[in-house]
């Protein structure tokens, strides 16, 4: 008997937290913080409820143990790995001949840097572009709104930089609730006497620690931006010397912003004038500012345009470059950076290279050995309306669960049931599996091993602490598997004949400049990791980007001039409520995980629809009843919780067990998001026996698969 | 003897309940440090005093509840008749029965944890240092120097002193 402690990341968000798993001859007895290494982003080793529960999913009665094939939907018998893998390569191989575009790869910000390269290498070595993952649900206008202003769609500091900073200002971030081990630099800053601004339509945990909150109506940032933006410039308190050095675009924002005076803002947000022209001065008068947002900034018809127009705030105000400075958006899943930076994107390479450009395209051409598409590929939302139109007919899904987390899921439910041939590789069973022909079982994080990338560009190794269950397989080597048997048998890089995930970084290393010089001997020895850009392997990794000039091509941050514009779709006579989702900080997105672990849905089991007590009071609500939501797309029931959190004519509802029937799959022109945090709704009172009724017809978030003799 | 205890900072609270999963997850699911919201304003963490009058230990018909050398207030399971008068008596409502052993059980301040040199689990996790674990007096001198710096910052810029300690 041996008890041994291996050093992991944590599964779930984008803080990237350490800790040790104990285990007892490889059978998981005990979690240990990670108090004693230096340097690491969950400072003296903290953790949140999640990552002090993980080995509860990690011991799920229902994790997949064996590859099934489909018999009907949603009954299935057991194959073996061969089986398994010839059928799966065989029917890629056909796609790929007759028309590449007809398949779409799903990447997963839940897995490995290693697994998301491979899944995108294949993609393209199979001929299209079509791969992407849910980060085009969370922070694609984040990285094309960062990307625009600042050449770069990544944070541009670190937490150092938000414990160091003078006024932090969270806009569309329940900070405390997503990322509870992340707001500990918030407290920090605070103590030390900085000033905390915060802006959400929900006066959330965040907002207890705000010294100036800001209640704005959801799907009015733009208006709350520019009103910042105004009495900055209206006062003279932005950083006129970092303009004119480092900016360009000055002279359009200033003449757009001009009619966006306190009091204009205020019929449009709801936001008293005086508190807008405080915050602002806080903002700008303080030296050292970073700006924070999430979900709330990013899922709108124009979070591309929110996006811009906070990183233009952050840059007006001299806030770039420095330490205690910066702009981070936050990262939900512990891997979504690195999935983003590999390239499991429609219209990026690994680096993101863009694969319109024919100089990188050939480079990755001779480096792959195939010829590649030079076109951009569709988007996860897109890919759902081309099934419909017959374009696309094959989903290949690694760790992803599109049924509960995509917007519209009735649409999306639609879409999956005209699919040809899906493959599913998951951890454990989701309603998206279902409608799977084959299925996949993969090991879960801590059962195999690799680096991933936080929201801080920190890129990290987690070791292989457990064995996997039954027969489930590193996601590495079940696609290195598929790739050989497709037929990719070249020698390195050419083909897919990997033996260990170390071969995959040190691939990676070569061909993603940023990674150059994060190899794995140095990941392995430095348990802290290393901040991307890192280009040599003597290079220590950059905490703060940006010092010099900026990744545009003329080196300039480009300010962004919007005008308001609101939400795709407004409360009207038929629909009177404001819809926002929101999350719980004990649960994680789908549930996959959380919804597995005990100790959490004992003190989180179920969404509660958040209402104000006037408009409850209006419509004879009262808390613990259960409600019928509606919108032009759906129905959900779920039972109401009367607070003064939400404002009047908004109702908040979490979205983990399934509530995006509701949501809207309006696009955002530019990065394709959907607008999940703005509909139009009514609330009507139901009886608990309408409510069993309805249950019905929403997806279970955790289904009971059956396995049916052969 | 100093005495050692939980010191629960209520201005940093964000009842993300981290305490509650890691303590169940020490106590065989069984958390021993509860958190309530105060009126959807603020939250606060609450878990056994381990008072230095501690009318538990006082009203113990058995000598079952005791007190170790870091002054935690503990039950020895073989002396517990589960009489409950130490719950009746807790001014917190702490020790509750454990219907299956019908014995009490209460907070023990990780002692499996401190044994090897290590915090109880709940301060460990606590991501805002809501929770601090030491010398009561040690933890009141470090907050008042972090009030008294403060209050100076606050004076030089002009501004009003907040009395909340944040």
Redo the contacts between chains.
């Keep these: 008997m041996e008890e041994k402690l291996t050093p992991v990341v944590c599964p779930y968000c984008g803080v990237g937290c350490r800790l040790y798993i104990k285990t007892l001859d490889g059978y998981p007895t005990?979690?240990e913080?990670a108090?004693d290494i230096p340097s690491i982003s969950?400072e003296?080793?903290?953790?949140?409820?999640k990552?002090?529960?993980i080995?509860e999913y990690l011991l799920a009665r229902d994790r997949l143990k064996k590859p099934l094939k489909a018999k009907e939907e949603g009954k299935f018998v057991e194959i073996s790995w061969n089986e398994a893998i010839r059928e799966v390569a065989e029917r890629l191989k056909e796609y790929s001949k007759d028309d590449p575009d007809a398949m779409m790869f799903f990447g997963s910000a839940r897995t490995y840097n290693e697994p998301n390269y491979l899944i995108q290498k294949l993609a393209r070595m199979l001929g299209t572009n079509n791969v992407d993952h849910c980060a085009r649900l969370c922070h694609s206008s984040t990285v094309t709104g960062l990307k625009a202003v600042f050449g770069a769609g990544a944070m541009t500091n670190t937490f150092r930089d938000i414990e160091e900073a003078n006024v932090i200002f969270i806009i569309g971030h329940n900070f405390?609730?997503t990322h509870?081990?992340g707001?500990?630099y918030v407290?920090k800053a605070?103590?030390r006497?900085a000033k905390v601004i915060v802006a959400d339509p929900r006066?959330t945990?965040t907002a207890?620690?705000a010294d100036i909150y800001l209640q704005h109506y959801p799907g009015t940032d733009i208006a709350l931006l520019n009103g910042l933006i105004h009495v900055i410039i209206k006062e003279g308190l932005y950083d006129e010397d970092f303009v004119r050095r480092r900016c360009t675009g000055f002279e359009e924002l200033a003449k757009i912003v001009e009619k966006f005076t306190p009091e204009y803002v205020e019929e449009i947000t709801g936001v008293p004038a005086e508190l807008i022209v405080q915050a602002a001065r806080t903002f700008a008068t303080a030296g050292k500012g970073v700006i924070t947002w999430a979900m709330g900034i990013t899922q709108h018809t124009h979070g591309h345009d929110n996006v811009r127009l906070a990183a233009t705030l952050s840059a007006i105000c001299g806030y770039q470059g420095r330490e205690g400075c910066g702009v981070s958006p936050m990262r939900g899943q512990n891997n979504v950076q690195g999935a983003c930076d590999l390239g499991v994107l429609p219209n990026v390479f690994p680096g993101y290279q863009a694969v319109t450009d024919p100089e990188k395209r050939k480079f990755f051409e001779e480096f792959w050995g195939v010829s590649l598409s030079g076109e951009i590929g569709l988007t996860v939302i897109e890919a759902a309306h081309a099934i419909e139109k017959g374009k696309v007919r094959a989903y290949y899904v690694m760790g992803e669960n599109p049924v509960i987390s995509d917007a519209n899921t009735n649409h999306v439910l639609k879409a999956l049931r005209k699919l040809e041939f899906m493959v599913v590789q998951d951890i454990v069973p989701t309603p998206t599996m279902e409608f799977a022909d084959i299925v996949l079982p993969a090991a879960a994080m801590p059962e195999n091993e690799g680096s991933l990338t936080n929201t801080e560009r920190r890129v990290q190794w987690s070791f292989k602490a457990i064995n996997p269950p039954g027969e489930a397989r590193p996601d590495w080597w079940i696609i290195s598997e598929i790739g050989k048997a497709v037929g990719f048998a070249g020698e390195g890089a050419k083909g897919f004949s990997y033996t260990s995930p170390e071969e995959v970084l040190r691939e990676i290393n070569a061909c993603t400049p940023q990674y150059r010089g994060i190899t794995p001997e140095r990941l392995k020895k430095n348990l802290a990791g290393i901040h991307w850009p890192c280009p040599s392997e003597d290079h220590p990794g950059t905490r703060v980007l940006y010092r010099d000039r900026f990744l545009t091509s003329d080196g300039l941050a480009h300010l962004a001039a919007v005008d308001y514009k609101g939400p795709a779709e407004l409360p009207d006579e038929e629909y009177p409520f404001i819809l926002t989702t929101v999350r719980y900080?004990?649960h994680y997105h789908t549930l996959t995980m959380t919804g597995r672990s005990?100790?959490?849905v004992k003190?989180w089991p179920e969404p509660l629809a958040e209402i104000h007590p006037e408009d409850a009071e209006k419509l004879g609500i009262t808390t613990g009843d259960w409600v019928k939501i509606e919108t032009r797309r759906g129905v959900y029931p779920i039972r109401a919780k009367v607070?003064?959190?939400v404002k009047k004519g908004v109702i908040a509802v979490p979205w983990h067990w399934g509530a995006n029937v509701l949501t809207n799959d309006a696009l955002d022109p530019v990065s394709k998001i959907p607008e999940t945090k703005v509909c139009a709704c009514r609330v009507v009172k139901i009886t608990e026996e309408e409510a069993r009724e309805l249950i019905k017809a929403v997806p279970k978030v955790i289904p009971e698969v059956e396995v049916v003799k052969g | 003897m100093a005495r050692k205890t939980v010191f629960i900072d209520f201005s940093?609270c964000?009842?993300?309940?981290?305490c509650?999963?890691?303590c169940?997850?020490e106590h065989n699911?069984r958390s021993f440090i509860n958190v309530f919201e105060w009126q959807?304003?603020?939250?606060m963490a609450l878990n056994c005093r381990h008072c230095e009058n501690a009318p538990c230990v006082e009203v113990c018909p058995t000598n079952a509840l005791y007190r170790d050398e870091d002054g935690a207030v503990l039950l020895a399971p073989q002396k517990c008749i589960g009489c409950l008068m130490c719950g009746i008596v807790c001014p917190f409502g702490i020790p509750e029965l454990d219907s299956l052993n019908k014995i009490m059980m209460k907070c023990d301040l990780c002692a499996h944890r401190r044994a090897e040199g290590k915090l109880p689990a709940c301060v460990?996790?606590?991501?805002?240092?809501a929770l601090l674990f030491g010398d009561f007096n040690d933890i009141q001198r470090m907050r008042r120097e972090?009030f008294t710096e403060?209050a100076i910052?606050?004076t030089k810029e002009g501004e009003k002193i907040s009395l909340m300690g944040?």
């Design positions: 005990g979690i913080y108090e969950n003296k080793g903290k953790l949140c409820p990552g002090n529960a080995l405390a609730e509870p081990v707001f500990r407290i605070k103590e006497g006066f945990r207890w620690f900080v004990g005990r100790s959490l003190r607070t003064r959190s | 940093k964000i009842e993300c309940r981290a509650e999963v890691a169940e997850r699911g959807e304003m603020a939250a460990e996790t606590c991501p805002t240092d972090k403060k910052e606050s944040l």
